[in-house]
């Protein structure tokens, strides 16, 4: 399958756990290097990456302010959380939400917390609580909100990156929106790659697409010349088509981040999350 072809989504009405399923707390199951061929074959690896890629299909060549539909579910998310009869499933869910804003001890944060937060969301649609209907808002208002909490955190705080590459890495904190926000400009009739590192098209964009937004944060954080502080990023912006630089994300999102012991062994693992291989149809 194509990096960016649309995978089945997690959340399609027959895999709504039914009320009898015993939701656990998730835990850790990757302890060693050679415990991440577990992780791969993983249930939660595809419902993971399936989840991820769906999104990036629903965004594309959308701005921020695409006038996206909420389905109902979604408007009582904010004053409920989880319906009553899915209460069990709280303790499980809430697990990865706690893991989303970093490290209290270390106060740092990266983007394994923000798989966290992904994965949060991924349980939400598993049980029923999004819907795949909710695909642009869960992008668009949910974890665009979440982006917008955790840089005032960094900003107030100072907080460390999380097994930061430096230089030579993406971002110090973030993944997913320079994935997502790629998708958002393919076909972009004006806006090109090469644009991103021009400060006038940044200034003039960035409050309709994330990929800008992340590039404006940057600038705001970091000193000195773009291609010394962001050199990853100043590299991306010579590949000529948004397509490419979303399939190349994808393809270094898997092998920087999700192939990577240092982040995968924090990720937790529970009965909508599962370790347990994926079955065979």
Avoid at 9 to 18: A, F, G, K, L, Y
Avoid at 70 to 98: G, I, R
Avoid at 110 to 137: N, P, S, W, Y
Wanted: hydrophobic letters at 40%; one cysteine or more.
């Amino acid at each position: 399958m194509a990096e960016g072809e649309r995978q089945s989504p997690p959340d399609s009405s027959e895999d709504i756990p039914p009320a009898t399923q015993n939701f656990i707390i998730p835990k850790k199951e990757i302890h060693t290097v050679p415990d991440m061929g577990k992780w791969k074959r993983s249930q939660a690896y595809a419902d993971y990456i399936g989840f991820i890629l769906t999104l990036n299909e629903g965004v594309k060549g959308k701005k921020l302010t695409f006038e996206y539909k909420v389905s109902e579910e979604a408007e009582n998310l904010v004053a409920t959380v989880v319906p009553t009869h899915l209460a069990a499933a709280v303790p499980e869910v809430a697990v990865y939400l706690k893991e989303s804003v970093g490290n209290s001890t270390r106060i740092d944060y990266g983007t394994g917390h923000e798989a966290a937060f992904a994965a949060f969301l991924c349980c939400l649609c598993k049980i029923g609580v999004l819907r795949v209907d909710d695909q642009i808002a869960i992008v668009f208002k949910v974890f665009n909100r979440y982006l917008e909490v955790m840089r005032k955190l960094q900003k107030t705080y100072r907080m460390e990156p999380a097994g930061s590459q430096g230089v030579w890495g993406l971002d110090d904190f973030q993944f997913l929106p320079f994935i997502w926000g790629s998708s958002q400009l393919i076909d972009h009739p004006c806006l090109e790659p090469r644009h991103f590192v021009d400060e006038k098209a940044v200034n003039e964009n960035h409050t309709d697409y994330m990929f800008l937004e992340c590039i404006l944060f940057i600038t705001e954080m970091k000193t000195g010349p773009f291609a010394e502080h962001s050199n990853q990023l100043w590299n991306i912006s010579a590949v000529p088509s948004w397509s490419k630089v979303n399939q190349g994300l994808i393809r270094m999102y898997k092998a920087e981040c999700l192939e990577k012991f240092p982040v995968i062994q924090h990720f937790k693992f529970g009965s909508l999350l599962p370790i347990q291989p994926v079955t065979s149809c």
